[in-house]
Structure formats: C-alpha cells, structure tokens
C-alpha cells in the first residue's frame, strides 16, 4: 500500500516568482522587456528632437525689432572695423612694398659703384685682348688709347695680366721692358680681360686707325677672343677720400 501524502505543498510567495522570473527570465518576457525598452529610447529620442530655442518666443514684436534693428549695427560697425583693417594692411603693405624697392635700388647702386671701383670680383662675358710685342715696343698712348676705346663703349670690368684691376683713377708709365700701371710692372704679352658686350667691345678694336692700327704701327700683334663667360678675379682697396665729403643734404 501506498503511504499517504504528507500533506498540501505549500506555494511559493510573490517575492520568490520575482527573484525566479529575474534569474530565469522565460522567453514571452525577454521580448516584453526589449519591447519595453525600444519603446522608451524612441520616447527620449522624440523628446530631444521636438525641443526648440524659445528664448524669443515670449518677445513682443516691436522687442523683435529692436533686437534686428541692434544686430543690424552690430554688422555695419564689424564691416567697417574690418574695412579699416583691410586699409591698413593694405597701406602697410605698399609701405613695405616701396621700401623693399628702395632697398633694391640702393642695394643696385652699391654694386654698380663697386664694380666701376674695382671693389670685387666679377663674372661675365666679354673679350680676351692679348697683345704680344714682336719688332717693337708699346707705347703708353697706344695702350691708354685702347683702354679709353673700350670704356666709351661700355666696358664694366677691365683687368691687366691677370693682376692689375683698371679703374677710373689708374696710371699708366712706360718703363724699361714694358709698362707700370697703377705701381705694378707689367711685361709683354700684355693680356686684356673686360667684361661687357663682346661684339661691341671687339668691334671698337678694329676700326680704321683705332686701337689695332696704333697697336701694329708700335710693332705688336693683337688678338682677340670673344668670351660667353669671363672672371675677372683682381680687386683694389678701398681709397679713402682725403678732401671730399658726402653733401648732408643728399
């Protein structure tokens, strides 16, 4: 025989189906609950995207007005800050812009009188004049006659025997064996360097009784070679004026 029961089971309370549906949640609901929470993030997101600035909203129409006709001014006084602005970068620029030319033009003037002075080394084309004496000797006037030829038609650089820089202010002395020029002794071949245009140049050599006729009537061949590129290495020192003074007014 069966022994009876041992009586009614009791149920369990609410507090234990809670605890049981959260540990062990069945499948009706996991999907009630992710329901649930689309609904909600959809609720927020609607809010969030329905709020709107209102802080004009509670403004009369004449308020309304004066609040453009404000950011109106504001606009004009921006415009012609930025327009005065504008003027003295625009002012500022062509100051600077007049003294960079100022600065070229200087910066030119110094090289240009550097180079006439004999001051530095120089690079260009030219001619190579070389003048070899055969049954006679040359004279200081030939010789002067040809260096006065070639600066009337522009020579920029003339150089002697690859030492004896030609200025304005050189000497010429005829001594025994060949010349002194500028304290220097010089001696046959005489080789002249002189940057400028080399046709001109060469072409003032050939003229009828010019620089080649005195040339040959003293005894002596003349070559002459027309360079694209020419250096011109010998420079001279700087003289200080002993007599002469810069006008304070220029």
């Known amino acids: 025989m069966r022994e009876p029961a ?10 234990e189906r809670l605890w049981r549906a959260l ?41 309304l007005i004066d609040v453009l006709n404000g ?30 030319a100022a600065l070229e033009q200087a910066q030119s003037e110094v090289d240009t009188l550097s180079i006439l002075a004999g001051l530095v080394p120089v690079t260009g084309p030219g001619i190579r004049v070389t003048i070899t004496e055969e049954t006679g000797e040359v004279e200081v006037g030939s010789m002067i006659d040809t260096i006065q030829e070639l600066r009337t038609v522009g020579a920029e650089a003339i150089q002697f025997n690859g030492e004896v ?15 002194e020029i500028d304290g220097v002794e ?14 001109v140049l ?33 420079v001279r020192d700087p003289v200080q004026p002993e007599y002469a003074e810069a006008d304070p007014g220029q």
């Open 6 to 15: 041992d009586g009614p089971q009791e149920l369990p309370s609410g507090r």
């Open 23 to 63: 540990l062990q949640p069945t499948r009706r609901q996991v999907v009630v609950g992710l329901l649930l929470a689309i609904v909600g993030f959809a609720a927020v997101t609607q809010v969030r995207t329905t709020q709107v600035d209102d802080t004009y909203a509670a403004l009369r129409q004449q308020d």
């Open 71 to 100: 950011l109106a001014g504001t606009t004009q006084r921006a415009e012609a800050e930025i327009a005065r602005l504008q003027d003295t970068r625009d002012d500022l620029q062509s100051d600077t812009s007049r003294r960079q």
């Open 165 to 179: 820089r030609i200025i304005a202010q050189s000497s010429f002395t005829d001594i025994v064996g060949g010349l």
């Open 186 to 199: 010089v001696q046959s071949p005489y080789v002249i360097d002189v940057i400028g245009d080399p046709e």
């Open 202 to 234: 060469a072409g003032a050599l050939e003229f009828a009784l010019g620089p080649r006729a005195k040339l040959k009537r003293d005894g002596a061949e003349v070559e002459v070679q027309q360079l694209s590129s020419l250096d011109i290495e010998s």
